[in-house]
């Protein structure tokens, strides 16, 4: 196990590279770039970074030549011989082959494309125009960098003891809510931490607490480097980016309130009734399930997101009961700012009524608040989301509208046709 505290105050480009693999991303973008290949070769869109923490002005805490060398880094990346071994031949939800041929032999040639770089007020405008099989993959990477360039920014300087408690109070930490989690009777919980964590190494050191400290009980990770070395199932299915394109390439109000469902059915084509969870609150649970087709409801289960957890979990539970399907059978993961206390708090109250997992993300592989002055380690709600497709704008209304995107008039057109009502603001921490 490395030496965080070490390899920290030593920090040298050429042997810590923040993205070190094109693998260092989340599975989902995997399994939605092959969706893309197949289907939407010739889509265009932008995708651009929007830090929901005002406060934070990333661009005065993150020097923009070190942004850029990162960056520039990353597009050099290809896929390596036994990266590309590994993604042919390993099992995937029990599943070989999920990836397919053709899908391998893209990746294996692929490079990020480029990007564009500008200050706007403290924050950065870093955004990625071109081919949407290209584009999506800068997501995870991106944030990635961003994110550890400010935890480096805020950590140099610091002397070796300084590193070294700094990281025994966050390893504790981390240890501490492990021990918690070891109590909740038929855990089933991976690490979703990528996007947003403090760093390479230190997710790595979580994955590997979570492994020993769970066993079985830790279902995966969704960073497939981390997947593929520490041999551990690799995670994730599809996110709002899928209904969110599908949407804006609607021609008419009636495709639009489709297009949802348009993504799930496609999918479940691709993927031949595996990795069936919904995820279905890009345009609001409660229309979503209202709406949904009967066939939805014989999917695994749901992704429940940026709903209230015990309201979502109410939700999808009496969505199942109405169609006819026993809940107990079914399985809602939560995943949406989860910390140990809501962990807890969500098992207590469904354990026992439905199948339950826990993707963990940003609290688990980000967690430093209140061990450095000023907040300067805590996590920040960075984003990287599409916004135009093929000219048109994208639109998000989310259960929580602190999460909302797209033009106004938009918003206002997916909120007739989507049918949601109004809606209550809940704090957005990471």
Not at 173 to 197: C, M
Not at 222 to 242: D, K, Q, W
Not at 301 to 311: C, L, N, Q, T, V
Not at 389 to 396: E, F, I, Q, R, Y
């Amino acid at each position: 196990m490395s030496d965080l505290a070490t390899r920290v105050y030593n920090h040298n480009f050429r042997i810590d590279p923040i993205v070190r693999s094109l693998l260092d991303t989340d599975f989902y973008k995997l399994l939605m770039a092959q969706m893309i290949l197949r289907r939407h070769g010739d889509v265009a869109v932008t995708f651009g970074i929007h830090n929901r923490t005002h406060r934070v002005r990333i661009a005065e805490a993150v020097d923009a030549g070190e942004l850029r060398e990162q960056l520039d880094h990353a597009r050099s990346l290809r896929l390596g011989r036994g990266e590309a071994t590994w993604l042919r031949g390993n099992a995937f939800y029990g599943t070989r082959r999920i990836l397919s041929a053709e899908f391998i032999a893209w990746f294996e040639e692929f490079r990020l494309p480029d990007y564009e770089l500008a200050v706007r007020d403290g924050q950065y405008e870093l955004s990625f125009h071109g081919s949407w099989l290209e584009t999506t993959m800068w997501e995870v990477p991106a944030l990635a960098i961003l994110n550890e360039l400010r935890s480096r920014a805020t950590l140099r300087g610091m002397g070796r003891f300084d590193l070294q408690v700094l990281y025994a109070r966050a390893m504790s930490r981390v240890w501490e809510k492990i021990e918690r989690l070891r109590r909740l009777p038929d855990l089933s919980i991976a690490d979703f931490g990528t996007r947003r964590r403090h760093g390479f190494l230190w997710q790595d050191w979580c994955v590997q607490a979570m492994q020993e400290g769970l066993g079985p009980h830790f279902t995966g990770t969704s960073n497939c480097l981390i997947a593929m070395r520490r041999e551990l199932e690799a995670v994730g299915t599809n996110a709002h980016e899928l209904p969110m394109v599908y949407a804006a390439l609607s021609p008419d109000d009636a495709a639009l309130a489709r297009a949802p469902y348009d993504v799930l059915r496609d999918w479940q084509q691709d993927y031949e009734g595996n990795l069936l969870v919904a995820l279905p609150d890009t345009y609001g649970t409660t229309g979503f399930l209202r709406d949904a087709p009967d066939w939805i409801s014989a999917w695994t289960g749901i992704r429940i997101d940026s709903k209230d957890p015990i309201e979502g979990g109410e939700e999808v539970i009496a969505f199942w009961r109405q169609r006819g399907c026993d809940p107990r059978e079914k399985l809602a993961i939560f995943s949406d700012g989860l910390d140990i206390d809501t962990i807890e708090r969500i098992h207590a109250h469904f354990h026992g009524r439905m199948r339950i997992g826990y993707g963990w993300g940003t609290l688990l592989t980000n967690d430093f608040r209140g061990l450095v002055p000023d907040g300067r380690l805590d996590p920040i709600s960075i984003v990287c989301k599409v916004s135009e497709a093929n000219g048109h704008p994208t639109v998000k209304i989310s259960d929580n509208p602190s999460k909302a995107q797209g033009p106004a008039a938009q918003v206002e057109r997916y909120k007739r046709v989507f049918g949601v009502e109004e809606q209550a603001e809940l704090p957005v921490v990471v």
